[in-house]
T-cell receptor
């Protein structure tokens, strides 16, 4: 059974204080690892796909990295508008569905 | 495009009542997913349709839950009878080819269900 564990559950940062969110996974053959952002009262919104260990993707202040066992979402100099819940998900080879972690709730204070 | 449209946005009902949630996927998308989100369990896949055919319903909790997709532009998730433990936010998502190319699912804004 595919499993995704995210840590920490919640993170509070000051504006400009860089940090990283962790996503540990077990999957029987990884096809892809995905990061989503979810704002309160909204559905998740796609951010990145990573396919192989060593791959990196960047978008504004966010950078996602992947190893064989975990992924990190690095947030550089965050702003209050980066406050959201960040979800990690995995897709196994041969499957079309995603298994999500419970997310990390990020709050960035001005 | 208007995105994935779900209705109702909020539903409050009493235990034992029938609940029907509705979803209109993005035009041209051939895969549709129903997820349920709670604080305790996070986002859980309930059922996945491809080209209107149910492919994976292993996440449907029990016989009280049923889902249909009569055509490419409409899907329903029905709970009958509803129970307090069904209280959650139910999301519909759509994608091309089940997201197999990029894993990019497009989610609706969800239907928040409260069963008293």
């Amino acid at each position: 059974e595919d499993q995704v564990t995210q840590s920490p559950e919640a993170l509070r940062l000051q504006e400009g204080e860089s940090s990283s969110l962790n996503c540990s996974y077990t999957v029987s053959g990884l096809r892809g690892l995905f990061w989503y952002r979810q704002d309160p009262g909204k559905g998740p919104e796609f951010l990145f796909t990573l396919y192989s260990a060593g791959e990196e993707k960047e978008k504004e202040r966010l950078k996602a990295t992947l190893t064989k066992k975990e992924s990190f979402l690095h947030i550089t100099a965050p702003k209050p508008e980066d406050s959201a819940t960040y979800l990690c998900a995995v897709q196994a080879k041969g499957y079309s569905t995603l298994t999500f972690g419970k997310g990390t709730m990020l709050l960035v204070s001005p | 495009d208007a995105g994935v449209i779900q209705s109702p946005r909020h539903e409050v009902t009493e235990m034992g009542q029938e609940v029907t949630l509705r979803c209109k996927p993005i035009s041209g998308h051939n895969s549709l997913f129903w997820y349920r989100q709670t604080m305790m369990r996070g986002l859980e896949l309930l059922i996945y349709f491809n080209n209107n055919v149910p492919i994976d319903d292993s996440g449907m909790p029990e016989d009280r839950f049923s889902a249909k997709m009569p055509n490419a532009s409409f899907s329903t998730l029905k709970i009958q009878p509803s129970e307090p433990r069904d209280s959650a936010v139910y999301f519909c998502a759509s994608s091309l080819s089940g997201g197999a190319n990029t894993g990019e699912l497009f989610f609706g804004e969800g239907s928040r269900l409260t069963v008293l």
